[in-house]
């Protein structure tokens, strides 16, 4: 009976773990979770820029249906006044103001002072580029600002656009990213200054909570935001930023490859042969 009870506590401690197998599978379930996290990520990130995709789809589709209603010219970018931009003539077209927001934009925050007439915090902005073309300061974009001071800041027409299939129409300007590089009223459905990307250097004159610049290949990549190699182009999707040109098509780019330099292809200018 003895050695009986003595097989039976022997046979009971070795059914269990010790202490450095239950450090070993800990150990190996920290390795795998490491490993498979980051691809969790990524595949959450790649739905949101799918969805993203989709919404920015939708907001090309907007404006073409403008342009047919309206002789085929394209929204102005910016009233005079800044208010009833873009996005506020386009809006009818879409019945839903959350088109307008990519689910990569996580600050859906304004300043105090624009709550009420500033609109909603939206996630997109208009090709608006503008430039000296040596005597005068003319509009490039097919959504120009509406300002005196810009040669061919009225309605731009589709047949203006010389290379529909690579001309930038509307891309991703986040309201996190708009707020963070110094504009505390953000990117909203109803205030011209978030809603643009002006040019490679310019910013509204004057106005300094208002980041409008463009994409440039050559600058800094350490440059803060906006003033690196993607200008004010949020670029969230795994360093990449959703496009929609002017034929209608939407795709993923590096902002920087839509304008490289000075004497390479500039994907904003409409104007080019």
């Known amino acids: 009976m003895r050695s009986s009870r003595i097989g039976l506590r022997r046979c009971g ?10 450090l070993v599978v800990i150990a190996i379930i920290a390795i795998l979770a490491a490993i498979l996290f980051p691809v969790f990520a990524q595949a959450r990130e790649k739905a949101r820029s799918a969805s993203c995709l989709s919404n920015l789809k939708q907001v090309a589709l907007s ?30 077209y879409i019945k839903n103001l959350g088109v307008f927001r990519c689910p990569s934009d996580g600050d859906t925050s304004q300043s105090a002072a624009t709550v009420g ?8 902005a208009a090709n608006a580029w503008w430039m000296w073309t040596g005597s005068q300061n003319e509009s490039v974009g097919p959504m120009p600002m509406s300002q005196s001071w810009l040669a061919g800041y009225a309605g731009k027409s589709l047949a203006s656009v010389n290379r529909p ?109």
């Not at 401690?13 to 239950?22: D, K, P, V, Y």
């Not at 394209?74 to 809006?91: E, I, K, R, T, Y």
């Not at 007439?117 to 997109?124: E, K, N, Q, R, T």
């Open 13 to 22: 401690r070795s059914s269990g773990f010790t202490l450095i197998e239950l």
């Open 117 to 124: 007439w500033g609109g909603v915090p939206i996630s997109y």
């Open 165 to 273: 299939a690579d001309t930038i129409l509307v891309t991703e300007k986040h309201n996190r990213d708009a707020r963070r590089g110094g504009q505390s009223d953000g990117n909203l459905s109803n205030f011209a200054p978030g809603q643009l990307i002006m040019g490679a250097s310019e910013t509204f004159p004057g106005v300094s909570y208002a980041p409008t610049i463009g994409p440039l290949g050559t600058r800094p990549a350490t440059a803060a935001y906006p003033n690196g190699p993607n200008g004010s182009v949020s670029a969230r999707h795994s360093e990449m930023a959703n496009f929609a040109f002017v034929d209608g098509h939407v795709k993923a780019m590096r902002p920087a490859a839509t304008n490289p330099g000075p004497a390479a292809d500039n994907m904003w200018d409409g104007r080019r042969p």
């Open 63 to 92: 404006i073409q249906m403008y342009a047919q209603d309206y002789d085929e010219i394209f929204p102005v970018g910016a009233q005079n006044d800044w208010l009833n931009s873009w996005p506020v003539l386009v809006q009818p």
